[in-house]
């Protein structure tokens, strides 16, 4: 590894680093803010001319355990040695003549079908792309799949609320028909109604980040900084909680409002301190419960763990807190990436102490999943 990474593509170097840096992240290694920074001050002092040390300065800094090889390994090569390696950032003029070569269709008849053509593949692509195991992609794929996540719309969940609104149908609105007969100086008028308004429901997203499911850690993250930016709603703006699971319970709403996803997902990694480590739902459960849920955020709330179910410690307390929560919660969906794939049976200890109190068992392994459990949380 004598060639330089930067040829034959000219990048500018801080943006092709950091580009590798996030593709890292979405592959699943936990590269924080800091291991960037690392990174880029190691590549900087043995310099890009020499592909070997670039690989062992990013393998040092950025890797922070034996599981992380393997996939460092797989994300250099894809990124660095592959003649197909993502592009930086393309400059605004040529953005635009790619576009109205699209949209003006100026070439002839061959070159159309030659277009049409690229674009059933790209629809074709994409659609393979949503309906796969996010766990089995290569770096290169999950970094696609991390802009398809724009795709997804979640909408809050709703719940029935004392106020009544005006409305063309349901109860008589007797005041404000009074309100209008006085208007036309007694004469009867147009009867008014009203009906219940009604509220956003709270969602609280409950991740499991340890070492089982930390091939899914980053696409669930996604999909709960989607859930916290739902799709605006009449009434009060909805509420999303946002919580990780391991060896400790770590909320990081506050990271997830941020509109950004990246860095969003950057300052959640940075909050949480057991990622890729043990689990024990029961005791990180029973903290939320003690600590949050009791007190008012999971009462009347839709809850959903994101969690394969393999428990390291007592089974028995996880059934004990997971009916605590089902007594309080409005509905309980448990979201396990290995439900509908061949030969999964949910007998791991943590997923059985958990079932009877689970109103939902869901799919969460590809994006087409994730589709179907915002519709099961819309619905709730």
């Known amino acids: 590894m004598t060639e330089s990474i930067l040829a034959p593509h000219h990048h500018d170097a801080d943006e092709l680093l950091l580009g590798f840096a996030r593709a890292l ?5 936990p590269v924080t803010q800091d291991r960037s920074q690392a990174y880029l001050e190691a590549t900087s002092l043995v310099g890009l001319d020499d592909q070997r040390a670039t690989y062992w300065a990013g393998r040092a800094t950025l890797c922070s355990g034996p599981d992380d090889l393997d996939r460092y390994d797989q994300v250099f090569e894809a990124w660095f040695l592959t003649s197909d390696r993502p592009m930086g950032r393309a400059p605004k ?4 003549v790619q576009q109205a070569a699209l949209e003006t269709g100026e070439s002839g008849g061959a070159g159309d079908e030659l277009d049409e053509d690229t674009l059933h593949a790209m629809a074709s692509e994409a659609e393979v792309l ?12 999950k970094a696609r799949l991390a802009a398809m996540f724009e795709t997804l719309q979640p909408r809050a969940p709703h719940r029935s609320a004392q106020r009544r609104t005006p409305w063309h149908r349901g109860d008589v609105d007797a005041q404000r ?6 208007r036309r100086m007694g004469e009867p008028g147009e009867i008014a109604y009203r009906r219940r308004s009604t509220r956003p429901r709270r969602v609280v997203l409950l991740v499991d980040v340890s070492g089982s499911m930390s091939a899914y850690a980053d696409a669930l993250l996604r999909l709960a900084h989607r859930f916290s930016h739902p799709r605006p709603t009449r009434g009060a703006p909805p509420r999303t909680e946002v919580f990780t699971l391991g060896t400790r319970l770590t909320r990081v709403t506050r990271a997830m409002r941020m509109r950004d996803a990246e860095r969003a997902i950057i300052a959640a990694g940075e909050t949480v301190p057991d990622w890729s480590g043990g689990t024990r739902l029961g005791e990180t459960l029973r903290i939320f419960m003690d600590r949050w849920g009791q007190r ?4 009347g709330a839709v809850v959903v763990v994101f969690s394969d179910g393999w428990e390291r410690g007592d089974a028995s307390l996880l059934g004990e807190q997971m009916s605590r929560l089902h007594r309080i919660a409005h509905r309980v969906v448990w979201v396990n990436p290995h439900v509908g794939k061949d030969g999964y049976l949910p007998v791991q200890q943590g997923i059985v102490a958990a079932l009877p109190y689970v109103d939902d068992l ?7 999943t994730f589709e179907d459990l915002i519709e099961v949380v819309a619905h709730a």
């Open 25 to 29: 992240r979405a592959a699943g290694v």
């Open 93 to 96: 003029d040529e953005r635009q």
């Open 130 to 141: 949503r309906q796969r195991d996010i766990a089995e992609m290569p770096a290169s794929e």
């Open 177 to 182: 028909t009074l309100r209008l007969m006085l």
């Open 296 to 299: 008012g955020l999971a009462r």
């Open 362 to 368: 869901v799919a969460g392994h590809s994006l087409a």
